[in-house]
């Protein structure tokens, strides 16, 4: 099982929808979260940081956590055209020596 | 402030020749990553240096592949006797500790022919 799991998709929204990013992670002792948006021939951006089970907001953005089933979401409401791309779910992992663990990205289609 | 730079941004190689890759991380981060990139894929984990500690070399794909971080500071990743499957943009991201926030820098495309 890999440290941090998400859908490839890609997944394809209409705009304005909500679009919604999941991501599982198999170490129970993992406290730090990010969502990091890569454009494509671009870098990773931070998006979001979360640490606690619930939710955070952040404009457009939700961050939801939960320790309990070991998921973590992106939610994007309204989204954009130019919020197409590929989204990355990181948590640290003590299992892997207490360095951050990505995921394989979720690509992200928004059609106008 | 300043991000995180790497050198050169794109570099191309005949197969078989050694290349050495840099990053300048920001200021006051103790730990520094290496990542590579293939054309569509996710990040693959090369290597890790997090302080005056031993660097987590786990990711590294082959012996021809090593990198060092001198002073805490600047890191050079260096690929010997290149191959054609070691195209890839490489990037490097620093943070403040081992598991905070990572910065990434813009990356250096190598391609190999």
């Known amino acids: 099982q890999k440290e941090v799991e998400q859908n490839s998709g890609p997944l394809s929204v209409p705009e304005g929808a909500i679009a919604s990013l999941n991501c599982t992670y198999s170490?129970?002792?993992?406290?730090?979260f990010f969502w990091y948006r890569q454009y494509s021939g671009k870098s990773p951006e931070l998006i979001m940081s979360?640490?606690?089970?619930g939710d955070k907001e952040d404009g457009r953005f939700t961050a939801q956590l939960n320790k309990a089933s070991q998921y973590v979401s992106l939610l994007i409401r309204d989204s954009q055209p130019s919020d197409s791309a590929t989204y990355l779910c990181?948590?640290?992992?003590?299992?892997?020596?207490?360095?951050?663990?990505f995921g394989q990205g979720t690509e992200l289609s928004v059609k106008p | 402030g300043a991000g995180v730079s790497q050198s050169p941004s794109n570099k191309v190689t005949e197969k078989g020749k050694d290349v050495e890759l840099r990053c300048d991380p920001i200021?006051?981060?103790?730990?520094l990553y290496w990542y590579r990139q293939s054309l569509g894929q996710g990040l693959e984990f090369l290597i890790y240096?997090?302080?005056?500690?031993?660097?987590?070399k786990s990711g590294l794909p082959s012996d021809r592949f090593s990198a060092e971080r001198t002073g805490g500071s600047v890191s050079t990743l260096t690929i010997q006797r290149t191959q054609q499957e070691d195209s890839a943009v490489y990037l490097c991201?620093?943070?403040?500790?081992?598991?905070?926030?990572?910065?990434f820098g813009p990356g250096t495309r190598l391609t190999v022919l």
């Open positions: 979360i640490y606690s089970n």
């Open positions: 240096f997090q302080g005056n500690s031993a660097p987590d």
């Open positions: 170490d129970r002792g993992s406290q730090s």
């Open positions: 990181a948590g640290d992992s003590y299992n892997q020596g207490g360095k951050l663990i």
């Open positions: 200021s006051g981060h103790t730990a």
């Open positions: 991201a620093s943070s403040l500790l081992g598991v905070d926030t990572q910065y």
